[in-house]
């Protein structure tokens, strides 16, 4: 019998380092991930680091609207719009087995461009642990490393240190600011951004060993083989 990992390739990637791994976001993970975006994400005192406030919609489960029914509408709409021209990796973080936060990341013309966008959060209670650094250089590595990639980016909302020195410590430089609008519970806002980008030349990698499975699948599966192989 066919497996979910020849049906669709993007579920047979592992990336692992220390206590850390990655995998693409599955069903069977929801309800952990459901239950973390209920304790909490954000840090009091921070910039709200989305862009729609989506992790404060009023709790509702099992009803048509709020979360995590938005929620899980957007995780399935990735994996159902999944193509070459544009795609975006929803990695399910966990330490030590426990699942602690998500690393996305995401390319539209990817075979022409070689550019990856990355965004990540973690639950609340997993801050200050170190893992947002290492899963975030552990997303970088994965671009560069099996896919090819020219640069990594990224962004965070002015104000937010938490998110700048996670930039910092994996190697992106400032790539200037610009005005972005956020959804709120409250209303439409304008706040400043930071745009970030990481090159090979700047990458700070992880000081441990980094283990990935499945890439040659998830390659051929976004038609990318021959970007990796020119380099």
């Not at 979910?4 to 990655?22: D, K, Q, S, T, Y």
């Not at 159902?80 to 539209?108: I, N, S």
């Not at 706040?191 to 499975?213: L, S």
């Amino acid at each position: 019998m066919l497996t979910l990992e020849e049906i669709f390739p993007p579920f047979a990637l592992r990336i692992a380092c220390g206590p850390v791994e990655l995998r693409v976001l599955r069903d069977d993970d929801l309800p952990e991930l459901v239950e973390l975006v209920h304790g909490g994400i954000e840090d009091p005192g921070l910039p709200m680091p989305f862009l729609r406030d989506w992790h404060a919609e009023p709790f509702a489960l099992g009803a048509p609207a709020g979360f995590p029914t938005t929620s899980l509408a957007w995780w399935w709409t990735q994996r159902a719009t999944f193509a070459p021209h544009e795609w975006r990796l929803a990695l399910a973080v966990r330490r030590d087995g426990v699942l602690v936060g998500m690393q996305d990341l995401h390319a539209r013309d990817f075979a022409h461009t070689g550019v990856v966008a990355t965004g990540s959060w973690l639950g609340r209670a997993h801050h200050g642990s170190g893992t947002g650094t290492l899963m975030r250089q552990m997303a970088v590595g994965l671009a560069f490393d099996e896919l090819g990639a020219s640069r990594c980016e990224s962004g965070y909302i002015v104000g937010n240190h938490a998110s700048a020195a996670v930039s910092r410590k994996v190697g992106y430089t400032d790539n200037g600011r610009h005005r972005i609008v956020q959804h709120t519970q409250q209303g439409t806002v304008g706040v400043d951004e930071q745009r970030v980008v990481v090159t090979p030349a700047t990458f700070v990698r992880p000081g441990d060993d980094v283990v990935v499975e499945g890439a040659d699948g998830l390659r051929r599966f976004l038609g990318i083989e021959q970007r990796r192989e020119g380099l």
